[in-house]
């Protein structure tokens, strides 16, 4: 009604191909502009807009998407934007999306599961062409069974699910805990600790059944493995989770330092843990690695420049965010292959931070 | 004509009131549950997903966007997620927006103005109810004039813009880099660089109308004013542009340092810069601060760990970022003060890496 009254004498409105055509550029550009999404230059958002004006062009948000089906963005869930392993895989993952013509809305879920259904949520809302996620629990997936319920291309980084048949990228995980471990174990180390971010109720590890990030599952096994394999007996009790934040690291870092039968060498998690943990050492007037030797997961920036630089677990993270972006890209573009579940190889940086235990025991 | 076939009966279609009543939640509940907007337990989420099943409840998303106006979503467009400025001030953000229960969701430009466009378009595009954006530009910004000019609240984290009249919360950048310029100055130095990423056509510092980036402009204006103060001859020389990434950094630092005229004392505009110089000087067989002082901005986690730890400049990264989201969610609220332009004090954190120029000049 309102549309006629402002075009009375009009017989049909103005198409994208009308505007296409004025704006001497591709009917797929111009419906790039209007629809504001993919990548174009200033030059040509400026000339379609030109032509959509001087034609009087209407979008129809409805109608174009009903078209097209595509908004050309891609969301991604990661579980810490703090830590700089999600923020170089994000990287990887915006490099393989702008070669695509794609772009890239992020979310933070915190690791914790609650936030991520949330970010699930509003990415779907938002109707993104596809989503990456890195789960932060594999016991609690219905948010992302039902993305792939409905049709939208879901991917998985770093994290694999069990039982979850999708398009998945990680490392090895399990092999590189049982590298960095076997390492230890090689110079000397009896009293070794393994200290994560995931937490249980009551911060206290009993078995492998708790732990509901598959990664982390991977590598405390992969540890478990190699001390059993070293005739350590009981090495469970090795196991420290809670390592959430710097407080929480440095009030476990300083405990287990503390202890008669304090561990002569741990193996961190992540590189967020490995630092705090390097900073209660030296606090302590402790010397790494003459009372403590140290492997981190993660080759974070810091880890290069300390005196003695800090023997780290590599991972590819650039390519785990590059692979993982290309993996959905594909599902994009209509291929239907059966899901893929790519695992990279992780290689020991060796620095400095690995000796033997000054008194063997 | 499709409903109508499908509920030949009905005179009315079930209301977002219809699916909150069955489902004994307030309406506002149920609006943010069927909209996928805003904050709620999954337990929430539940019962009124089986209400809305239950009546045959179906959405309609533009009715829905029309009644409420409101996506309940905050977009952010952030210079470099790698930046562990950006990540930490990203938390300040969705602490204060969670806090409102408002979701975030994030885009790199990069620091590429066209980037930082299509960022910008893509948010508004996904109808997000308001913006914050860290300007990678003040010569280009039509794109934010527009986002301004639709009437949907924008908020500038970091960076002003000069005669753009916006809620802007920045640091005190240039009084930081006169109090770190004149520490320097202070402890004897006259061959005193300053470096930065933000580059030109040439990577050649003639004058300060070449800097686009509010925040790097008045830290270069500091560092020079201290500079003039002390009596060093066209200090212009000594500013340093296009240390863009590690390797244009580390090439800026062999090259300075190989001079025969060689600063002795280096000012860095960000922690990555920082980093890559502290790695170069070690590399060159020289050492912090017998051959070289060295003063970043931001208190990077790797500052602290190295020997010598690094003197800096701490910002109050996370305290910018929650006030950034706190100004722009009083609008989104519909408060319509005049727009406040705050600026946070800096502090200088002293620790081993400033010291003496080993040999007078």
Chains 1, 2 share one sequence.
Not at 12 to 18: A, E, F, H, L, N
Not at 49 to 74: F, Q, V, W
Not at 101 to 107: F, K
Not at 210 to 232: H, K, M, N, P, W
Request: net charge positive.
């Amino acid at each position: 009604m309102l549309q006629r009254m402002k075009n009375p004498g009009k017989t049909r409105s103005v198409t994208v191909s009308d505007v296409a055509r004025e704006a001497k550029v591709s009917k797929a550009t111009a419906a790039r502009v209007l629809g504001g999404y993919g990548v174009f230059s200033d030059k040509v958002h400026e000339k379609v807009m030109a032509a959509a004006k001087a034609l009087d062009y209407r979008p129809n948000e409805l109608a174009r998407s009903m078209t097209t089906g595509k908004s050309g963005i891609i969301g991604v869930v990661v579980g810490d934007i703090e830590n700089p392993f999600f923020s170089l895989a994000v990287r990887g993952i915006s490099d393989a999306a702008r070669a695509a013509g794609l772009n890239v809305i992020l979310t933070n879920s915190g690791e914790r599961i609650e936030a991520e259904k949330a970010a699930v949520r509003v990415l779907m809302g938002k109707r993104v062409d596809g989503l990456i996620v890195t789960p932060a629990e594999s016991r609690d997936i219905s948010h992302l069974r039902d993305i792939h319920r409905s049709g939208r291309p879901l991917a998985l980084l770093d994290r694999a699910l069990p039982g979850f048949d999708v398009d998945t990228v990680t490392v090895d995980d399990h092999e590189a805990a049982m590298r960095a471990t076997r390492m230890l174990a090689q110079a000397g180390h009896r009293q070794m600790a393994y200290v994560t971010a995931v937490d249980s109720a009551r911060h206290e590890y009993r078995d492998i059944e708790q732990i509901y990030t598959s990664s982390v599952r991977e590598r405390i096994e992969g540890f478990l493995a190699v001390c059993r394999q070293t005739d350590i007996e009981a090495p469970e009790r090795f196991v420290h989770l809670g390592a959430t934040g710097p407080d929480e690291t440095r009030a476990i870092a300083a405990r287990l330092l503390s202890r008669a039968d304090r561990p002569t060498a741990i193996l961190a998690s992540d590189s967020l843990i490995a630092l705090e943990i390097f900073r209660v050492v030296r606090q302590m007037g402790m010397r790494v690695p003459d009372d403590l030797s140290l492997i981190t997961f993660h080759n974070a920036d810091w880890t290069s420049v300390t005196s003695p630089p800090i023997t780290v677990i590599d991972q590819p993270v650039y390519a785990l965010g590059k692979k993982v972006a290309e993996l959905l890209i594909r599902r994009l573009k209509g291929e239907t292959q059966a899901p893929e579940r790519i695992v990279l190889p992780t290689s020991i940086i060796e620095r400095g931070s690995v000796g033997p235990p000054l008194s063997s025991q």
